[in-house]
């Protein structure tokens, strides 16, 4: 009905659309969301939702106006949207329990990491990195949501294969790495995560992905500390009154 108003906002997107083909509405940076209505608190709460895992992607999807192609987004761009998510039905006010105190934060103030553009400046996803014990070259991408997807769906057949393998890391890595000396055979890095991935230089290349991945900083200052830490994503986040 044309005489209802749906108030919006707009949303700031960590990598500030630099990943994105330039045609892509994610290119601007920038996504629109509406607030959460009736609608999206019926999915928040269906229950097929919440046991196949998909009730945080249904309820985005839901509350994302532009026309993007969801799979497309980076997997911090996706914690961005998810913050918002949570402001735009229930409010900037966070609150949890930390080290057996309540603490309350003001997600409306959480800062997107700092970005190096220079890193972005082809809009290429895919990044070089000499891994430093080995020496070996290496391209990497960072995720988006189809590789999780991809991931998660890989994962829980080797889980049907055997119940014990749950090589999490070692999969993700697979997908994240692009080509090694050269070559870009999903073949030949497999072989080579499996077999020849030294733990020194997997740890090297998880670090250097976090430094420069564009992402909203979910950490805070838990009362009377000088340090940060995690920002907890429990239940409460999307289900306050639980």
Not at 16 to 28: F, I, M, Q, R, T
Not at 203 to 218: F, S, T
């Amino acid at each position: 009905m044309d005489e209802f108003k749906l108030p919006t906002e707009t949303v700031e997107l960590p990598s500030k659309g630099l990943l994105y083909p330039e045609d892509s509405e994610l290119a601007k940076g920038i996504i629109e969301m509406k607030y959460m209505t009736a609608k999206e608190e019926d999915i928040l709460t269906n229950q097929s939702y919440i046991k196949n895992g998909t009730v945080l992607d249904k309820l985005m999807k839901s509350l994302i106006v532009s026309k993007i192609n969801y799979d497309d987004l980076l997997i911090g761009d996706k914690n961005a949207i998810m913050v918002a998510s949570r402001i735009l039905g229930y409010g900037s006010e966070y609150k949890f329990e930390y080290a057996g105190e309540e603490q309350i934060v003001d997600l409306s103030v959480l800062d997107n990491k700092p970005l190096d553009e220079t890193l972005f400046s082809t809009r290429t996803n895919e990044f070089s990195f000499t891994l430093p014990k080995s020496k070996n070259s290496i391209s990497f991408k960072l995720l988006t949501h189809k590789d999780e997807q991809d991931i998660t769906r890989e994962l829980e057949g080797l889980k049907k294969i055997n119940k014990d393998n749950a090589p999490e890391l070692s999969t993700r890595l697979k997908y994240m790495i692009v080509s090694v000396e050269g070559r870009r055979d999903k073949k030949d890095i497999r072989e080579f995560v499996d077999n020849y991935l030294l733990a020194q230089d997997s740890r090297a290349l998880r670090e250097y992905i976090r430094e420069i991945q564009p992402d909203v900083d979910l950490t805070f200052f838990p009362n009377g500390s000088e340090n940060r830490v995690n920002i907890p994503i429990g239940l409460k986040f999307f289900w306050p009154d639980i």
